[in-house]
């Protein structure tokens, strides 16, 4: 005998049910809000939303009481979700965005008020992305300044992992917003990047019309978490699962202390709970970037390498092209080709960190790495991209430790101008700084001529910011090659303390290379530091480390010449 209670019970459920799929899912995606920025023109910027299977839903855009354009479409199964393209539109606002459910009889109306038509830009990585304006210099200068930039919108996704893809954000920390003070400046590493706000600030200052931001970063995580399991497997990243991650941000660092043997307060050093990120392969692609994928974007920002200066370092110079790819042909693919294929991708090459540490790995590397081992963007394996050069940008004194550097202007800045040479298509704009296309060994072999593509200033004639590899007897070592004389575009090495062959050279191959905004060469007038470089002068000598820079650099404009002895 079934009692009466739960048949009772049985029908409450049913009609609770039916009445959450006749109506309450009628939702937009958890991005499609008020005072959100979508793509201009040339794109579509795409609408959706969850539904009940077979209903029609009618997507109105309006100014005013002009209706704009209306799209048509039904909620599809089984995922109940429906999506239109909009038609392109021109920079502007504001806009309402009106969707409506018919079912039968039944309608229902969302709507979503101060829309506005501009650039959609993508930010992620780890807390150097995540960091905020509170935590920069000048951050209430900069703070104050933000009233003034009410077209540039701001959106951040809560830190949320995922053991699978999924279709939309979990949940959201800052929803589309105008920004203000106290949003950009809510907590350290919570809501709004610094780095991200600054660079649509930058853009804003340029194009005048609306830009959108979205942030999705999360402190202390290695690139594995925001990269699918076919990007993985493409670079042959072994699947450790959730082994822990050697996190350089959460390790005390000595060199922070300004006096040796003083003895440090050790909280300064404990960054807060949300520096710490998973790392579980994939984790953050499934939860943080894939539920974006439909939404039409203009770029993407990233800033990322430190957590895996000591993890996977090797692989990273394959998963950060990898990560590229894959993300455009899921953005391009997701939003029904109005992301563009070979969407603008910019990064921040990693800062400096631990003053004192003297070895050749681990951020060097890096920084190597995030450009594929070309030593410059965009190349062969990275097309259009950009890149901020900011190894001089360092902080031995930031309370959050010198591996969270507090300029960020700079950063946003230099990436704002690689933005507008590569995405906005601005010619004769100098956005990256020099490098040397030919490098030569003089007379005697006392000396090496390095002539760059650019101009240079040379700021500092030091003697440890090149380095040559000096063999003999099947052994190589790197010894400081100091500079000899320099003129408008070539550069003098003394050599000479090497008595036997010279088969390559390389600048500021430190982790600290220099000291604030002090390298040693910069382009003269757009104060671009030189990019780190290593390079081989001879083929006699194989190289000590795979990379066939060689290859790389013989296959641009670029290229080597030399002899060895
Ligand atoms: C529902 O919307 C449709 C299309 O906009 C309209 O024709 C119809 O009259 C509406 N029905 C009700 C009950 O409001
Ligand atoms: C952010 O960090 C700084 C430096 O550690 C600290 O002084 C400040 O109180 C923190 N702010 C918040 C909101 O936690
Ligand atoms: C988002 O894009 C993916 C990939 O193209 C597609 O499978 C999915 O249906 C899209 N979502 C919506 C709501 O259309
Ligand atoms: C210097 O950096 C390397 C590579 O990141 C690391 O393995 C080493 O522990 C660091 N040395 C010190 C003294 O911190
Ligand atoms: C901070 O403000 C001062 C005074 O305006 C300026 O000289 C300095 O460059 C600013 N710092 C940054 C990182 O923007
Ligand atoms: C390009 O820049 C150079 C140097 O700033 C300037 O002299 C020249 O006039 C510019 N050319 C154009 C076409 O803007
Ligand atoms: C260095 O190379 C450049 C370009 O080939 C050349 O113009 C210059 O004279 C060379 N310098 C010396 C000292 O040989
Ligand atoms: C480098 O320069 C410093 C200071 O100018 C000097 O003391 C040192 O001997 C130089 N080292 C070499 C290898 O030339």
Known sequence: MVSLGSVFGL???IIVRASRSAGIGFRFASYIDNYMVLQKEPSGAVIWGFGTPGATVTVTLCQGQDT?????????????????????VKPGGPFEVMAQQTLGIVNLTLRVHDVLFGDVWLCSGQSNMEMTMLQIFNASKELSDAAAYQSVRIFSVSLIQAEEELEDLDKVDLSWSKP???????????????????????????????????????GGTPI???????????CGVPNTGSERVLQPERKPMRSDCKSEGSLCPLERFLPPASVTGPVTHSVLWNAMIHPLQNMTLKGVLWYQGESNANYNRDLYSCMFPALIEDWRQTFHYGSQGQTERFFPFGFVQLSSYELMNTSDYGFPEIRWHQTADFGFVPNLKMPNTFMAVAMDLCDKDSPFGSIHPRDKQTVAYRLHLGARA????????????????????LTHNELLNLTYDQEIQVLRQDNKSFEISCCSDHQCKWLPAPVNSFSTK???????????????????WTTWPCDYKQCAIYHPSSTLPAPPFTALITHQVPRRRAGGSKDIWSSTNSFIQGRGL
């Open 68 to 88: 704009i354009m209306k799209k048509v479409t039904s909620v599809k199964a089984p995922s109940n979700t429906w999506m239109v393209v909009l038609d392109p």
């Open 11 to 13: 029908l409450l459920l």
């Open 490 to 508: 070539t550069l003098i090495l003394g050599v000479d303390a090497c008595l036997g062959t010279v088969v390559a050279v390389r600048y500021a």
């Open 224 to 234: 594995e978490v925001w990269s699918s399991g076919r990007t993985l497997k493409a």
């Open 422 to 441: 590569l995405a906005y298509g601005e010619t004769n704009l100098t956005f990256q700084g020099p490098l040397p296309t030919k490098i030569e060994l």
């Open 180 to 218: 203000t003070a106290g949003n950009l400046g809510h907590g350290n590493f919570t809501y709004m990047s610094a780095v991200c706000w600054l660079f649509g600030r930058y853009l804003y200052d340029t194009l005048q019309y609306p830009i959108g931001l979205v942030s999705s970063s999360w």
